[in-house]
């Protein structure tokens, strides 16, 4: 009887239900900075408790629109080169986040 028991199956209605990553989150929208100055933006998994955040967290990968205005390293640390405006993504997968950059100048 024990065996019997051992191996039935967790019905599906007591299952936990899945929770997958549905997009990615920008620590915000826009951003304005002054040319010289950095500035630092974070894209987190949407939910961040998604069954798969992790795995889609340590894919993101961000780029400029343009790097003559604003360039971002791979940790979203965004360099204000020019006065102008820029567009900086975070992607990771299919999923995309981003943030529009105002640079201004330093004077």
Do not use: W
Request: glycine share 6%.
């Amino acid at each position: 009887m024990l065996s019997r028991l051992y191996h039935q199956r967790i019905p599906k209605s007591l299952a936990p239900a899945p929770n997958p990553v549905t997009g990615l989150k920008m620590s915000q929208a826009t951003a304005s900075s002054k040319v010289g100055d950095t500035k630092k933006v974070t894209a987190t998994a949407d939910p961040s408790n998604g069954d798969d955040a992790a795995e889609v967290n340590a894919a993101i990968v961000y780029t400029s629109s343009d790097d003559t205005i604003a360039t971002v390293t791979v940790d979203g640390t965004i360099t204000a080169v020019a006065v102008g405006s820029a567009t900086i993504t975070a992607t990771s997968g299919t999923f995309t986040a981003t943030c529009k950059v105002t640079i201004t100048d330093a004077a």
